[in-house]
């Protein structure tokens, strides 16, 4: 059964779209023709941001609002997933860009930084897919981000690599689950990128030694994973890469591999 496949007039929502990654994604989609863009922002620390974003958007042709919503309960990304419809009428493609990473020894993790890590990077991811399930129009995409952690063998990120793991799984099994109404989903899984979600985490020596690490690292801009290269696997992923589901796709210039 044929599909259109363009960006073309497409209804998109972006969790975690008020910057970085998926700030410039929303962007970028709407500078290729996309019809609206839902920009999910999480709190007022970057409602500015979201604005911002929204606005970038509407200038460059498309319809926008930005929704604010916790992603760590079912609520939240039930509300999110309803106020975009509302707004809209309908999603085409859903991109889920939220996370946040902790380094740090198993043996000094506390049980609340365990939870939140799993709220932030599994439950979130895990409710975002039963959402876009249940609401995408059919031959939808959904694409979510994990990390190129997935295929290192290091220390300190047990929490981090461990949630996003999950969403290696979900992945899999969303895209049979949703295979029947033309639904394909994906996970990208960055290097460390160049943005301050990489960088609060890190030394100087680990900033270091991860923009040398991967095997394109001379041929970067900063050695590490650039957001522009990312972008454009995402768009090929709910465009025309439809024929690619159940996947996780490691994006990281040779930095880790499985």
Known sequence: MSANHS????????AGGAKNLGGVIARDFASQGAGAIAVHYHSAATEAEATATVNAVKALGAKAVAIQADMTSAAGVQALFEHALTHFGRIDIAVNTVGQVLKKPIADVTEAEYDTMFAVNS??????????????????KICTLATSLLGAFTPFYSTYAGAKAAVEHFTRAASKEFGVRGISVTAVAPGPMDTPFFYGQESAEAVAYHKTAAALSPFSKTGLTDIEDIVPLIRFLVTEGWWITGQTILANGGYTTK
């Open 7 to 14: 960006l073309n007039e497409k209804v998109i929502l972006i």
């Open 123 to 140: 439950k979130s991811a895990f409710f975002f897919l039963q959402e876009a399930g249940k609401h995408l129009a059919d031959n939808g």
